[in-house]
């Protein structure tokens, strides 16, 4: 909760900023840790949503495994403490140099993406004298019902390696010596909310479970990836972990000696993030009342690149309701956070929230117009 002694420290602070409630943070990861250990699954949080160094290290301390798209992330997150034992690295690109470094460092597994990918870690671990530890990106063809651009598991989609090409890979891995194949590895989208969703990708897991045993390859790793959504309407609720690990537990069959992995993002660090702006003028436009904020689209990309949703709130007014566009000072029309949303009668100075920002949030901002990165300031610090 953003309460009013917060709300008065907020206005001596420079705009925009992240703020981050570490109650939430924690809250959200012990439940996470405790749904999560009562079937033994195995957490790597998603680094990509949030990479910032403090949440990081207490991401760690709670045990968790790292789920990292470049050497940057690893680095970033063995640096916060995650075991290298516990860290696994994804991603349809990975340069020679980024494969190398985390060879060097023990990783766990290397979530592959295509044949050529795996012939150059196998190549790079074999001038290092290693065996590398992979799971194949499977794309199972699940329909994510999300946006367009974070769903990954479709016949279009760059991502995973298709199922008509399983048999080329598993044929070529018998000719590799310094790849050893632990299991496979899906990532279907992002921010979904219909659990029914994951059903279907359970029921394809188990094809593919039987396809892999009928070869006589038992893999120890079924990793599902991430995409359990959170409600953008209702900032002050938690990720629905316990329905998500239940569905998975009671729809996957795993066997004997199996483990389940599972990479959760935007569920571990997206309610705990708000960011905060001041209002700089409210100005006439034909048909509404332009806010224009402090924040722009350069520091929360998500509703230009996506259209998504974030709640705003206005902190400090208790006046009538009115309707305001609610807009950076980018100049890109896309800079605008809301459109036509009621806000208690906003005037410069106030101080607004744009909630539900932790997870692809700061670590998505960017300095175009060569404006300064947001600071983040978390709940013990004001
Ligand atoms: N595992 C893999 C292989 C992924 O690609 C992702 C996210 C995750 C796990 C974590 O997914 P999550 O639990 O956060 O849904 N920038 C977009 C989201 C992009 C997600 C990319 N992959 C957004 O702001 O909505």
Redesign the pocket.
Known sequence: MINKDKIKKFRDLRTPFYYYDLEVLNNTLSTLRKESEKHGYIVHY?V??NANPRILQIISSYGFGA?C?SWNEIDAALKAGFDPSRIVF?GVGKSDLEISNALKAGIFCF?CESIPEIEVIDDLAQSLGTIARIAL?INPLVEAHT?K??T?GIEESK?GIHTWELDNVMNRLTELKNTELIGM?F?I????TKLSVFQSLCTHINELNEWFSSRGRELKIINV?????IDYENPETYPMFSEYINLLHEFLDLKAGQELHM??????TGQCGSLISKVLYVKNGSNTLFAIIDAGMTDL??PA??Q?HHKIENLTSRGDLYRYDVVGPICESSDTFAKFIELPETKRGDIVAIRSAG??GEV?ASRYNLRELPAAVFSDEV
């Open positions: 998603a990509k949503s789920d798209v994804a979530n990106r946006h651009y974070i990954t991502f590895h990532h989208g992002s921010q979904i990836g991430g995409g359990l959504g990479e959760p993002g935007r569920a571990v990309i998500r690149l996506y998504a997870a692809y998505m």
